[in-house]
């Protein structure tokens, strides 16, 4: 019986020009609304009208009368924008459900027509984020993953970092024919301390719906290869410049051994040609045991001592030459005397 009135009722709202439909207005032509909470839809009409019918999917669910303040059909109401303005109408959806989601239509008695708007119910389900310890070491990979259960429609999830917007690594998205549940991965290397941050937005929210944690890198450890790099480098330049030292100073010090002990072998050879040249000519030399004094009638025989003198073993005082005696004490020989200087 409802929808053949409505049928009724919209034939006689037809349009009689199209010249006029520009006086009409609905607003929002999008409405998203969470569950449980009310829809509302504005319809600003110029000039005089009588009926105004709305209708929610298939179903005329209220019909406003211009002179009719207020005016509530079940979970449907509708009342002037103010008490004085009869141009605009606004129309209230009560505890919406998703069985609603649909098309929501004015129409204007009149050659006003009518305009459809779109009605999207939506529910916000939990979020949470997972990952490493508060505290990692510098440089690490660490991979968070934030999970978004229960919602509807399809929500978006983003990440950012220190504020900063990032791209996930992976998302994962399952409808189990009621809801929308996420799964979403990001994977960075941690270098600074940051605040991660997961969120999750669909139409209905002003804003994005946000979980966050606080993650602490440990300091950037020093670099000992560096460090060792360099201390070896400048050891082996330093052993180098040692050793470079030590040899020209082993060099340095042969040579001046080598010039001192030249030096002195020239002294001494100039010495002892000095002394050959200038030296006293009477030393005292050792006995010649070869002396015969005179008056002295026998000399030893020579023999040749440790010292290198001659020794002269006692003969008698005559000797005998090719079978002929000599005597020693005749006037025709003479006695001779040698003395050696060593």
């Given at each position: 019986m409802?929808?053949?009135?409505?049928?009724?009722?919209?034939?006689?709202?037809?349009p009689c020009t199209m010249g006029v439909s520009d006086q009409f207005q609905l607003e929002p032509?999008?409405?998203?609304?969470?569950?449980?909470?009310?829809?509302?839809f504005i319809a600003r009409v110029t000039g005089l009208w009588e009926f105004m019918a709305w209708t929610v999917g298939q179903f005329l669910v209220l019909t406003v009368h211009r002179n009719t303040t207020i005016l509530q059909v079940e979970q449907y109401s509708a009342r002037f924008c103010s008490s004085d303005n009869s141009s605009c109408v606004e129309f209230t959806i009560?505890?919406?459900?998703?069985?609603?989601?649909?098309?929501v239509t004015c129409a204007v008695q009149g050659s006003y027509g009518e305009k459809t708007a779109q009605l999207s119910v939506q529910e916000n389900g939990t979020i949470s984020i997972a990952g490493p310890?508060?505290?990692?070491?510098?440089?690490?990979?660490?991979?968070?993953?934030?999970?978004?259960?229960?919602?509807y429609p399809k929500p978006t999830v983003t990440w950012t970092l220190n504020g900063n917007a990032m791209n996930?690594?992976?998302?994962?998205?399952?409808?189990?024919?009621?809801?929308?549940?996420?799964?979403?991965?990001?994977?960075?290397?941690?270098?600074?301390?940051?605040?991660?941050?997961?969120?999750?937005?669909?139409?209905?929210?002003?804003s994005p719906q946000?979980?966050?944690?606080?993650?602490?890198?440990?300091?950037?450890?020093?670099?000992?290869?560096?460090?060792?790099?360099?201390?070896?480098?400048?050891?082996?330049?330093?052993?180098?410049?040692?050793?470079?030292?030590?040899?020209w100073f082993c060099y340095k010090r042969r040579k001046e051994k080598q010039t001192n002990y030249q030096d002195e072998m020239r002294r001494v050879r100039t010495q002892s040609q000095l002394s050959g040249v200038h030296g006293p000519r009477n030393k005292e030399g050792q006995v010649n045991t070869a002396y015969v004094p005179e008056g002295q009638t026998s000399v030893p025989t020579s023999e040749i001592t440790d010292n290198g003198l001659f020794q002269v073993s006692t003969v008698a005082n005559s000797a005998q030459a090719g079978g002929a005696f000599y005597n020693f004490e005749d006037p025709g020989f003479i006695k001779h005397r040698h003395a050696t200087i060593v």
């Open positions: 409802t929808v053949s009135w409505a049928s009724l009722f919209f034939i006689c709202l037809l032509m999008t409405a998203a609304v969470f569950k449980g909470s009310d829809a509302q009560h505890n919406v459900s998703r069985s609603l989601i649909g098309p310890s508060m505290k990692v070491m510098y440089d690490q990979q660490v991979t968070f993953q934030c999970v978004a259960a229960g919602w996930s690594t992976l998302d994962n998205f399952t409808d189990n024919g009621d809801f929308f549940n996420s799964t979403s991965v990001l994977t960075f290397q941690a270098v600074r301390d940051t605040t991660v941050k997961c969120l999750v937005s669909i139409p209905a929210l002003t946000s979980t966050s944690l606080f993650l602490v890198v440990a300091p950037k450890p020093p670099n000992w290869t560096v460090l060792i790099a360099v201390v070896v480098s400048f050891g082996s330049l330093a052993l180098l410049v040692l050793l470079i030292i030590g040899i």
